[in-house]
C-alpha cells in the first residue's frame, strides 16, 4: 500500500521549493506516494505547475486535490488530473 | 412646443399599441426573436422621445425595462412570465402617463413606484441566474466590440520579480468576455521541475470596447518578464459564433487552426445578416408608402363633403338629362366619373383594418383567462379584413361584452372541464371576412354552450315571458337578448350585470348590422355579427314601383330578368322560374302596399343573393345605376325590417334602400322552412 502524503496550508511561490523538496524526499524513501491536496492556502502558478508535473511522473499519484475550480479556470486549466 | 407634444402623444399611443401587439405575440413564442427586436425597439423609441418631449417617468421606466429585453437579446435572460406581466403592467401604465406627465396622481404614483420594484427584482434574479456583469447591461448600440487576441508568454525566472501572470490574465478579465487557454507542453516531469520557475504560457481571446493600449497597460509593469502579443482578430463578438471549448485547445496550432474556422463562420453569419438587413431595407422600400397622420375629423368632414358632393352630381346629371344639351351631358357625365373616383378614394381612407381592436381583445382575454383561473387559447383571423373606422369604434365595446361573457359564461373551469369529461383545450376564436359588402364577424368557443331550457325558465322566472309560451330552441337562445335578462348567479366584475346583450343587440343595430347567437349544449357557442362595410355611400340600383324609387345595393345584384306581370300576380307558390331554377321571389308593389290601379304588362325582376341563398325582386322599372348616400331612416320606419335607409335623388325626392340581408334572411328561409 502506497504512503499518503497530504499538502495542505500555504503553497506561494514562497514556500513552493519546501514543498517540492518534500515530495522529492517522500518518494526518495517510499519509491511511490499517494498525494492529497486540500486546506491550501496562497494559491500559485507554480503549485499547478508542480500538480502538472506530478501528473506526469509514474511514481505519484494524485488521488484527491481539493482545490478552488474559479481559481484554476482562471487561469485556463478545465480539469485536473479528472479529479 | 405644445404641437410637438401632442405629436408626440399620438405616437406614443401607436407606440404603445404595437408595444402591446408584439407582448401578446411574445407571450405564444417567447423565443421569437423578431418580437423581442420589436419590443426593444419601441422601448427604444419610446424612451428617446418621452424624454425629448419631458415624460421624464416614461423615459425612467422605459430605461429599466430596456435594459432587461437587452439581455434577452443578449440570450443572457429569457422572456418568463414576470417579464411579461410586468412589461404589460407597464403599457398599462404608459397610457396613464400620457395624461399625468409628472405622475402627481396617487395611484399612478403607486403603480409607478411598484413598477420600478418589480423591475428590480426582475433584474436581480436576471442576476442571479446568469452572473451578469455591469459590462454586460450596458445597451448593445452603446457597445463597439472588438475581440483580441493575447499572447502571454512569461519568461522562466518571472516568478523572481514578484511578478504573477495569474494577477495579468484576472486584470484582462476585468476588460471583457474572454476565454483562456494555457499551454502546459513545457512543464517537464516532477524530477526535472524546478519549482520556481515559469513553464506555463497562455492565450486569451477577449471580446472588449477597450483599445489595444488599454490592454497593454495591464502588462506595463512586466513587459521585461514577459512575451506580450496584443492582435485584433474580429471587428465584433466572435466568442458569440461559436462556443469555444478551451479544454480541446492544447496547443497555439490548434487554437489557430480553431480561430480560422472561427473566423470564416463570422464572415459567412455577417455575410447572411447583411443580406437580410438589405432585404429588410429593399422590401421596405417598394412595399411601404409614405404615410402622414391626419385628425380624424378631418377625414369624417372630407367624408361629409363627398356625400355632399353625390348628392348634387345626381341632381346635376338630372338637369343635363332634361336640357338635351350634348355637351353638358359629356361634361356631367366626366364629373360623374371624378366624383365616383374620389367617393372610392376618401371611403378607402376611412377603412381600418380589424385588427386595430382584435389584438385588445387578446389582451383582455389573457387578462380575463388569469383572473377567473380558466386557460383559453384565444385565436384571432381575418384581422386584416377592413371595415368603416366608424363602425369599428362602435363595434368595440359589443365585442368586449361579448368576449367577457364568453370568457366568464362560456368557458369552463378546469373543474367543469374535468366534469363534462373534455379533454380539447378551451378555445375562442375571433374571425372576421368579408361576405359581398357586408363583414361578418364571428366569436366561436367550444365552452358548455346555452341551455335553451335553463334560458326559459330564468325568462319565465324574471316574467319577461309567461308559462305558456311555446317557442323553438333557437326563440329560447334569442330571450337572453331581451332587456334585463342575466342568467348569473352571482353579479361578477366580469359579465352579469343584468344588462348586456339588449344593449349589444342595439349597438350592432344601429351600425345597420344584425347579431346571431348558434349554440349547443356542451359543444359550444358562436356568436355571428354582420355588418355593413360602410355607413356612408353604396352603389345601387334605382328601381320603381309606380312613381316610388326603391334602391338595390348593387353588390345583391347578380342578374336582371323581364317576366310578365301575370305571371308573378297569379303566383300561387311564390317561385319563378328562371334560367330553369325555381326562385322564390318578393313583390315589391304588394310588399309595401303600392295600389295594384296602374300594373305593368312586364315586370322587371332583380335577382339578388347572399351566399348560397337566392332571391328574386319585382319591380315595375329598373332606372339604372345610382350612387346612394346613406340617411337613416326616421322613427316611423323603425318597424320596417326590409329597409336599411334612404337616399336623397337629384330631384329632391327620397328613394329607400333595401337591406338585401334582411329580405333573403326572412324570405328564403322561411321558404327552405316550408319545403
Known amino acids: ?83 | 412646443m405644445e404641437n410637438f407634444k401632442k405629436i408626440f402623444v399620438e405616437e406614443a399611443r401607436d407606440l404603445i399599441a404595437n408595444l402591446e401587439e408584439a407582448m401578446l405575440t411574445l407571450e405564444n413564442s417567447p423565443e421569437d426573436m423578431e418580437q423581442i427586436e420589436e419590443v426593444f425597439r419601441v422601448m427604444h423609441s419610446l424612451k428617446g422621445s418621452s424624454g425629448m418631449f419631458g415624460f421624464h417617468k416614461i423615459e425612467e421606466l422605459t430605461h429599466d425595462l430596456e435594459t432587461i429585453y437587452d439581455l434577452i437579446r443578449d440570450h443572457k435572460a429569457v422572456v418568463t412570465k414576470g417579464v411579461l406581466n410586468v412589461t404589460l403592467t407597464m403599457v398599462d401604465h404608459f397610457s396613464a402617463l400620457l395624461q399625468d406627465i409628472n405622475c402627481e396622481e396617487e395611484i399612478n404614483k403607486a403603480n409607478h413606484e411598484a413598477i420600478l420594484d418589480q423591475i428590480k427584482t426582475l433584474l436581480k434574479e436576471i442576476d442571479a441566474s446568469s452572473h451578469i456583469t455591469d459590462e454586460a447591461t450596458k445597451p448593445t448600440e452603446e457597445k463597439n466590440l472588438i475581440t483580441y487576441r493575447i499572447k502571454l508568454e512569461p519568461k522562466e525566472d518571472v516568478f523572481h520579480t514578484g511578478a504573477n501572470p495569474m494577477y495579468l490574465i484576472e486584470d484582462l478579465m476585468a476588460l471583457g468576455k474572454n476565454k483562456t487557454f494555457v499551454y502546459v507542453d513545457k512543464v517537464p516531469s516532477f524530477e526535472d521541475l524546478s519549482p520556481q520557475k515559469c513553464y506555463l504560457y497562455w492565450d486569451v481571446l477577449l471580446v472588449s470596447e477597450v483599445g489595444v493600449d488599454e490592454i497593454k497597460d495591464v502588462f506595463i509593469f512586466v513587459e521585461d518578464e514577459c512575451d506580450i502579443d496584443v492582435q485584433t482578430i474580429y471587428k465584433g463578438d466572435l466568442l458569440q459564433v461559436e462556443e469555444v471549448d478551451p479544454s480541446a485547445i492544447t496547443s497555439r496550432e490548434e487554437l489557430e487552426s480553431s480561430l480560422t474556422c472561427l473566423l470564416k463562420k463570422a464572415a459567412k453569419l455577417e455575410k447572411q445578416k447583411n443580406e437580410e438587413i438589405n432585404n429588410v431595407v429593399k422590401t421596405s422600400k417598394t412595399t411601404t408608402a409614405p404615410s402622414i397622420r391626419v385628425a380624424s375629423e378631418k377625414l369624417n368632414d372630407l367624408m361629409n363633403l363627398v356625400s355632399e358632393l353625390v348628392t348634387t352630381q345626381a341632381g346635376l346629371s338630372l338637369l343635363a338629362n332634361k336640357s338635351q344639351n350634348p355637351a353638358l351631358e359629356v361634361m356631367v357625365e366626366n364629373i360623374e366619373k371624378l366624383s365616383r373616383q374620389l367617393r372610392d378614394i376618401t371611403f378607402s381612407m376611412t377603412l381600418m383594418p380589424l385588427n386595430n381592436i382584435f389584438f385588445r381583445f387578446q389582451r383582455l382575454v389573457r387578462d380575463l383567462s388569469e383572473q377567473l383561473g380558466k386557460e383559453v387559447e384565444f385565436v384571432i383571423s381575418g384581422g386584416e379584413t377592413e371595415l368603416d373606422k366608424t363602425i369599428i369604434e362602435a363595434l368595440t365595446d359589443p365585442l368586449m361584452h361579448l368576449l367577457r361573457n364568453c370568457m366568464d359564461h362560456g368557458i369552463e373551469t378546469p373543474a367543469e372541464k374535468k366534469q363534462a369529461n373534455k379533454i380539447k383545450p378551451s378555445k375562442i376564436i375571433l374571425s372576421a371576412h368579408y361576405s359581398g359588402a357586408n363583414v361578418v364577424v364571428n366569436i366561436q368557443d367550444n365552452g358548455k354552450g346555452i341551455d335553451p331550457y335553463v334560458i326559459r325558465e330564468k325568462a319565465i322566472e324574471k316574467e319577461l315571458i309567461t308559462e305558456d309560451e311555446s317557442l323553438t330552441k333557437q326563440e329560447m337562445i334569442n330571450l337572453i337578448f331581451l332587456p334585463g335578462f342575466s342568467t348569473a348567479e352571482t353579479v361578477t366584475d366580469v359579465s352579469g350585470r343584468g344588462v348586456g346583450m339588449d344593449v349589444v343587440q342595439r349597438n350592432i343595430k344601429n351600425l345597420r348590422g344584425e347579431i346571431e347567437i348558434q349554440s349547443e349544449k356542451g359543444v359550444g357557442t358562436t356568436i355571428q355579427i354582420i355588418l355593413p362595410l360602410t355607413l356612408s355611400i353604396i352603389d345601387g340600383l334605382l328601381v320603381k314601383i309606380e312613381e316610388e324609387h326603391f334602391v338595390v345595393p348593387l353588390f345583391a345584384v347578380n342578374k336582371c330578368y323581364e317576366v310578365p306581370y301575370k305571371s308573378v300576380e297569379n303566383n300561387f307558390n311564390n317561385l319563378l322560374n328562371l334560367d330553369d331554377e325555381a326562385i322564390p321571389f318578393l313583390n315589391l308593389r304588394e310588399e309595401f302596399g303600392v295600389s295594384n290601379q296602374s300594373t305593368p304588362e312586364m315586370s322587371e325582376v332583380i335577382l339578388i343573393y347572399q351566399e348560397e341563398l337566392k332571391i328574386a325582386i319585382c319591380v315595375d322599372q329598373i332606372v339604372g345605376q345610382y350612387q346612394a348616400v346613406l340617411k337613416p331612416l326616421s322613427k316611423y320606419y323603425k318597424d320596417q325590417e326590409f329597409l336599411s335607409g334612404a337616399t336623397i335623388l337629384g330631384d329632391g325626392s327620397v328613394a329607400l334602400v333595401l337591406d338585401t340581408y334582411k329580405i333573403i334572411d326572412k324570405k328564403v328561409k322561411q321558404k327552405l322552412q316550408m319545403i
Open chain 1, 1 to 83: 500500500m502506497a504512503n499518503t502524503h497530504t499538502i495542505s496550508g500555504d503553497v506561494s511561490i514562497a514556500t513552493i521549493q519546501e514543498v517540492y523538496d518534500t515530495l522529492q524526499k517522500q518518494v526518495a524513501e517510499h519509491g511511490h506516494i499517494d498525494i492529497v491536496v486540500e486546506n491550501i492556502t496562497g494559491f500559485s502558478i507554480s503549485f499547478i505547475q508542480l500538480l502538472l508535473a506530478i501528473e506526469k511522473s509514474d511514481k505519484i499519484q494524485l488521488v484527491k486535490c481539493d482545490i478552488d475550480q474559479e481559481l484554476l479556470q482562471t487561469i485556463g486549466i478545465q480539469n485536473l488530473a479528472n479529479i
